[in-house]
């Protein structure tokens, strides 16, 4: 038994046999993983050897790494950007639209101000909404328009909506 028919060159999309799209069936994700994985189960090469099963396992590492990525729209999107020659760097560059800037600070601002549960709920109803609408652009500009750039900077705004959003579940764990 040889390892899988795999080459380590491969991009996530090319591993899983999905097209290279941010429009993604998760169940097809998840049903490609279990497949790859249980050919690449290190168990299965143990009569070839130690040096059979490490490979295996460099493949099962690999394999889930490229799951992590696909399974997540937001780890997938800002995949697919890097993939088209633009990265993220969101430690880099943080420039923000104005109104998305005053966004954010109406956002603070009502999380510092809630006092009840029914506060919090609404604010995080908004942002789920945000979210919503930004993956739908992202989809449109990745997928329609091939507009990586533009994907991109949605892709940042994004990032910092999903740790706004680790903050009102934290103010909700205290309450």
Same mark, same amino acid.
């Given at each position: 038994?040889?390892?899988?028919?795999?080459?380590?060159?491969?991009?996530? =999309?090319?591993?899983?046999? !999905?097209?290279?799209? =941010? %429009?993604? +069936?998760?169940?097809?994700?998840?049903?490609?993983?279990?497949?790859?994985?249980?050919? /690449?189960?290190?168990?299965?090469?143990? /009569?070839?050897? %130690? #040096?059979?099963?490490?490979?295996?396992?460099?493949?099962?590492?690999? !394999?889930?790494?490229?799951?992590?990525?696909?399974? *997540?729209?937001? $780890?997938? /999107?800002?995949?697919?950007?890097?993939?088209?020659?633009?990265?993220?760097?969101?430690?880099?560059n943080t420039a923000m639209?104005? +109104?998305?800037?005053?966004?954010?600070?109406e956002w603070r601002e009502?999380? @510092?101000?809630? $006092?009840?549960?029914? *506060?919090?709920? $609404? !604010?995080?109803? @908004?942002? #789920?909404?945000?979210?919503?609408?930004?993956?739908?652009? !992202? @989809?449109?500009?990745? +997928?329609?328009?091939?507009?990586?750039?533009?994907?991109?900077? /949605?892709?940042?705004?994004?990032?910092?909506?999903?740790?706004?959003?680790?903050?009102? @579940?934290?103010?909700?764990?205290?309450?």
């Open positions: 038994m040889s390892i899988l028919p795999l080459n380590l060159q491969s991009t996530d =999309f090319e591993l899983f046999e !999905i097209p290279a799209q =941010f %429009a993604q +069936d998760r169940n097809a994700i998840d049903a490609k993983w279990k497949d790859l994985q249980r050919q /690449a189960h290190p168990d299965k090469f143990s /009569a070839q050897g %130690a #040096a059979a099963q490490r490979i295996a396992m460099q493949w099962s590492v690999r !394999i889930n790494e490229a799951y992590a990525r696909l399974k *997540d729209p937001l $780890k997938r /999107a800002s995949y697919l950007c890097e993939l088209h020659g633009a990265p993220i760097n969101a430690h880099t639209p104005p +109104d998305f800037m005053m966004m954010q600070i009502a999380l @510092e101000d809630a $006092k009840t549960a029914e *506060d919090l709920d $609404k !604010i995080e109803l @908004e942002t #789920a909404n945000y979210q919503r609408k930004v993956l739908s652009k !992202i @989809e449109h500009c990745i +997928d329609v328009e091939h507009d990586f750039v533009a994907a991109a900077n /949605a892709v940042r705004s994004l990032m910092f909506v999903a740790r706004f959003v680790g903050e009102i @579940e934290a103010r909700q764990d205290q309450m």
